[in-house]
């Protein structure tokens, strides 16, 4: 039969090889970067109604004409694999009606895998992890500049110092209304150069064509208009804010004419981070974001609801960041039962002792496979379950009310008689490396 392998491109993280907690150290400088700033984490479902990815993402979108994944339930009802958090996050504020004059402002924050049908490449996955932030009922410049800030600065925090910012504005509607004019006017006279996938987009939505990848359409943007010269003094004073307070934030940024983003959902303000070491190759995006000032009307809400937020790509973030100095081990027991008659004498004094030491906080595994020798045990102990130390319970052992405990690692031989009263002082006390256990005024 053939061995099953997992979806393409989506994978498995592996425990023993210290991926998982870098994923784990990532997630948790996340959250505390979101509590610094007054998010609070909000979990919603993998999959939604196909619908809410049509009409918040924008059915233009590669996101929705191409890389969702989406399939009928047993119900018949189309349902799509989210491929990315902000449209289920509102979608969850309008249904819970979380933005009220009692909460008028409201930030949310999320950590979760996203789904898209892309080809699988170096830092482009079909199954991606997204840390994200949004905040909803406040439209101030401030909001933008301090969100991006926060982006910028999880990032510090990562040690991920190669990174620029590429900050835009795509206006308002007014604005919008003029430069798709501008665009069509333009691209109306090259229709023929123009990819058969913008020319179709041409008429429904231009600025889509600007976010092509198709060679033909890149050669024709440099030339494009660009949104700045089409804002109405409203959105480029707003824009002229955020650039300040941006700057007096520190944050450093550049001004890119060209950010369009691929999503449709955008108003204002946009960025995109980008990273600059070289570690990602043609993937570069470890997030993006912006404001969104429409998709709470657009998703059925009530009012326009001003909005803005980002996601950072987690694969993305990983491949950039550096990697840290080897940190000390924490204590990490393996108790290993001997071949005594009966066994069980010895089980039972192995998981009393080990239900002792987790009380007390330190990592316990019971390795109860007295038929095997104990030399393999240690060294899968040492080498595998990544034990500092060895508790072995024998005949004697037992007899004595002690364990012997020996230090694992390189060039270390001491074994030690340990009374069970005195072994977690004993394990704390005595450092994991670079002193003899006699130093320690263990017994
Ligand atoms: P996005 O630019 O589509 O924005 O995705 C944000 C980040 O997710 C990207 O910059 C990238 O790091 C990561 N990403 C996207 N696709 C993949 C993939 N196939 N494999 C690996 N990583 C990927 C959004 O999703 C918006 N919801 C951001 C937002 C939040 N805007 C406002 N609020």
């Known amino acids: 039969m053939a061995t099953l392998q997992a979806v393409k491109g989506m994978n498995d993280i592996l425990p023993g090889t210290g991926e998982v907690k870098r994923w784990q150290d990532l997630e948790a400088k996340f959250r505390r970067t979101c509590v610094l700033y007054g998010f609070d984490e909000v979990r919603t479902p993998l999959c939604e109604y196909i619908e809410l990815f049509k009409r918040g993402v924008g059915e233009d979108t590669d996101i929705v004409e191409k890389e969702m994944y989406t399939f009928k339930d047993r119900g018949d009802r189309d349902l799509a694999l989210r491929p990315e958090g902000t449209a289920s996050a509102v979608r969850a504020a309008i249904e819970h ?54 982006a910028s600065s999880y990032l510090q925090s990562l040690g991920i ?56 359409d890149v050669e024709l943007r440099d030339l494009a208009p660009k949104i700045s010269d089409s804002l109405t003094d409203m959105d480029r004073s707003h824009f002229q804010r955020v650039c300040n307070l941006l700057r007096e934030l520190g944050v450093h940024f550049v001004v890119n004419e060209g950010l369009v983003r691929g999503l449709d959902y955008y108003t204002s303000t946009v960025f995109e981070i980008i990273d600059t070491s070289n570690a990602l190759g043609a993937q570069n995006a470890l997030g993006g974001g912006g404001r969104y000032d429409r998709l709470f009307k657009e998703l059925g809400g009530h009012n326009d609801q001003p909005a803005f937020g980002f996601a950072l790509g987690v ?50 595994i019971v390795d109860s496979r007295a038929q095997y020798s104990l030399k393999p045990r240690m060294r899968f102990a040492q080498n595998k379950l990544k034990a500092t130390h060895a508790l072995t319970i024998g005949g004697v052992e037992l007899a004595n009310n002690t364990v012997r405990v020996k230090r694992l690692g390189a060039g270390v031989h001491d074994a030690t008689e340990v009374s069970f009263h005195s072994v977690i002082e004993y394990l704390r006390g005595i450092p994991t490396t670079g002193c003899s256990p006699d130093e320690s005024g263990a017994p």
């Open 315 to 364: 694969e993305r973030l990983l491949l950039s960041v550096p990697q840290a100095a080897e940190e000390t081990p924490p204590v990490r027991a393996v108790i290993l039962t001997q071949r005594v008659d009966p066994h069980e004498d010895a089980c039972t004094v192995a998981l009393r002792l080990a239900k002792i030491l987790r009380a007390a906080g330190i990592e316990t």
């Open 97 to 150: 009606n979380v933005v009220s004059p009692d909460n008028p402002v409201v930030r949310w924050c999320y950590l979760g895998p996203m789904f898209r049908a892309e080809r699988p490449a170096k830092g482009r996955y079909r199954q991606f992890h997204q840390f994200g932030a949004e905040v909803y009922g406040d439209n101030s410049p401030a909001v933008d500049a301090e969100v991006i800030g926060l």
């Open 161 to 216: 110092e190669k990174f620029v910012i590429h900050v835009n504005s795509l206006g308002g509607p007014e604005s919008r209304a003029a430069y798709r004019e501008a665009l069509v006017a333009y691209y109306s006279l090259f229709r023929q150069r123009l990819s058969p996938e913008s020319l179709a987009r041409l008429d429904r939505n231009p600025l889509r064509i600007l976010d092509s990848k198709d060679p033909r």
